[in-house]
């Protein structure tokens, strides 16, 4: 079983940068895919940035050329770094990890982009 969490997002306006952070926990080991999905209030559910255990990335078109997913992998951690945020980019954003076909996911943190 894996524990995800969390930390960093916040308030920026638009132009600005955030740092969102991820760290599981658990038997990490069988952690493969690891990626960041994002909800907008009234919206479905959306993938943000994937990364896999050998480091290829894809990334929604919508944030190409402005995110940027790492990960660590003997620390189990993932990152998304976002810059020239957008209002549109305005959502509760999701760690999660996948073990064995099975993802386990994060509580969600809050990204808002206002003037």
């Known amino acids: 079983q894996v524990q995800v969490v969390e930390s960093g997002g916040g308030s920026v306006q638009p132009g600005g940068s955030l740092r969102l952070s991820c760290a599981a926990s658990?038997?990490?080991?069988?952690?493969?895919?690891m990626g960041w999905n994002r909800q907008a209030p009234g919206k479905q559910r959306e993938m943000v940035a994937i990364?896999?255990?050998?480091?290829?990335?894809n990334y929604r078109d919508s944030v190409k050329g402005r995110f940027t997913i790492s990960r660590d992998n003997p620390k189990a951690t993932v990152s998304l770094q976002m810059s020239d945020l957008q209002p549109e980019d305005t959502a509760v954003y999701f760690c999660?990890?996948?073990?064995?076909?099975?993802?386990?996911w994060g509580q969600g943190t809050q990204v808002t982009v206002s003037v």
């Open positions: 999660y990890v996948s073990t064995a076909g099975y993802d386990n």
């Open positions: 658990g038997d990490t080991n069988t952690i493969d895919v």
């Open positions: 990364i896999t255990k050998g480091g290829h990335t």
